[in-house]
Structures are given as C-alpha cells and as structure tokens.
C-alpha cells in the first residue's frame, strides 16, 4: 500500500490528529510494517496506551480500503501533502493537512486566490460590499476563498460564482455534513462550479473547536486575506491571525465608526492591513499573477459604480452621510429614524429625499427605508 494511502488511513482514525501522524512519520513507521505494529510500538512513536491498544487492534490494510471505498461511493476525492496536485500555497504553512478531501475543481487550490471573511450577520453595507468585491476579484481572475458560513461568506461565494476565478468553500465538517443547514444547496452549486474543501474525514459533525483548524486552510491557500465587516471578537479575526502567521498579506475594509460590526476591521487597519476602497486595490498587489483579461475587467470595474469609494461617499453631503450610515445598519422605520437623528420631521423628510434621488437609500411599504 502507498504512503499516500497510510497517510489517508491514519487521517481516518478517531483521535488520531495532526501532531500524532506527525510523530508516527518521524520515527519511520509510514510503511507497510505498520499494520503488524503492536500497541507498545504505537506506544514508543509517541502515541497514548489507549490510542495504542485501539491502533494495533483496527488499523490494518482492509480497514483502510473500506475507508477509501467509503470516500468514494459518497463522490468525495482525496489528495495527500505527498501528492502533486496538494495546492502548493498551503503546502507552505506551519501545519499544512496530511489529507484534504473535495468535490469539485481541485486545480482551483491551485490558483491565485484571495480570502473574503466577515460577520455572520452583516449589515446591509457589509452584504452590499462583500458581494460587489467578491464578484469583481472572480471577474479578474482571482478565485475568492472562504468558509461556507452564513453572512459575507455566502455572499462571497455567491458573488464569485459568476466570474472566471470561481470560488472555494473550506468547510469545518465532513464533506457529507453541511453546516449551516440552508447553505446545502450553495454547497452543491459550488462543488459542481467551484470546489469544496475539508480536512476532516465524512461523519465529521460541525463543532466549535474545529472551526478555527478550518481557518488556517482559508488562510494558507491564498496569497492574502480580506477582512470585509467584523466585530472587535469575530472568528475572522482569527483567519487575519493565520494569514499573518503564514507569512500573507491582510485587507480590510472600512466601515462606519458607530457600526460595532466595523470595530474589527477597522483595527486591523490600524495595524498596518490594507485598506480597501476597490477590488483594484487588492489586484494591484498580485497584477503579475493575472491573465491580461483579468487586469483589464478588474480596471473596467474600478472606473464604474463598482468603486466602493463611491458607495461609501456617494457625493453626499455630511448631513446625508450621517443618515446613510444609519442606515446601513438595516431597514428603519421614519419613526426609529427620527429617534436616532433627533431631527424634526420637516428635516428628516428632506435628507431622506434627497438620498431617493440619488440613488442610495429606497423607501419600502410601511414608510420603512433602506440603503440600495
């Protein structure tokens, strides 16, 4: 049996983790020996008495051949850290995966490509700007890499789907158990279009320990991270962590100073992450991994409504920023408006107004309004 084959059984095993397959390949034992080993040569490579006794009991070469069986009548492939197709990016970070398991487009891991993290619960700015840079990096070639998670990760994933850098859902459960439930049919556009990816053997259940694991392979497949809307404790946070930690660059995207979903990100800026107003500014900094096309749909976007300096200004005047930023924190009400301007209704009435003709704020049933 190949090493590759070993490597993916001792991957399968319960309790086995990153830093025993670790000790078992240093000391030797990833050859065929290793199905006769006893618990006491489990036990001398480093490896605990109980995971010993359960080791020289079960694992043995059918066992990993009904494990492989298994992967593939589920319609899920494998590659290996010894394989030539492992993406070579991630291949380079402090603890690359043994094994990554996938549906889809494996060459993708393989491309130039970002990471677009956020909050869960965007606001509607968030939403707005996650989606129109996502599309706008795929449309310049570069595939948009993020975790399957609600908020700016399904946006991201959705937006990227359209252009030619397609996208990659790295997931923190088995590739047969999808987390969040609603984004299963999302999760199987993008195994079709895309590719999803996963360290963790099927019947892996979704778990709050496994999730930040999940994000170091975000971070280590891409040539930098963009961090679009999160809170001063967002898992994103952890994700720009990894990035840097692998020796990759941080992008963040401003936000409004009242929005505590900005808080974030806007320190990240202030520690010296990149501020991102257009998809162009993060093009600029991989120009020499794009196709021509790419840098020409990227520039075209930068030149049109697309530019999020444009979003954010809106040629507005101080008085319909200040509502507009209100705003972006979701659907208000004319009464919860005034509320919190402290505006009279005269006054209010006329920047809402002004904000309609300019295309950036819309009024909905029930004198309710929202950002466009």
Known sequence: MEIRELLFGLNEMEGIGWKSIDKIRRVGLLTNAVFSCSAKDWERAGISSTMSVRLAA????????????LMKESGVAMVTILDEGYPVQLKETPQPPWVLYYRGRLELASRPSVAMVGTRVPTAY??????????????????????LARGIDSVSHEAALTGAGGTIAVVATGLDKVYPPENRELERQISREGLVLSEYPLGTPSHPGLFPQRNRIIAGLTLGTLVVEADSRSGSLITADAALEAGRDVFAVPGPLTSPKSRGALELIKQGAKLV????????????????????????????????????????????????????????????????????????????????????????????????
């Open 58 to 69: 079960e694992f043995n070469e059918a066992w990993v051949v009904k494990r492989h069986t």
């Open 126 to 147: 968030g939403r707005k700007v996650g989606g129109m840079l996502a599309g706008e990096l795929s449309a310049a070639g570069l595939t948009v890499v993020s975790g």
């Open 277 to 372: 107003t257009a998809a162009s500014d993060i093009v600029e900094e991989y120009i020499s991994y794009l196709p021509a096309r790419g840098q020409e749909a990227v520039a075209g976007a930068a030149t049109g409504q697309g530019s999020l300096a444009d979003l954010l200004e809106k040629k507005l005047t101080s008085e319909e920023q200040h509502l507009y930023h209100i705003l972006q924190q979701g659907p208000f009400t004319l009464d919860e408006l005034l509320a919190s301007t402290k505006w009279d209704f005269g006054h209010l009435h006329s920047v809402l107004l002004s904000l309609i003709i300019k295309k950036a704020v819309t009024q909905l049933p029930g004198a309710i309004y929202k950002v466009i």
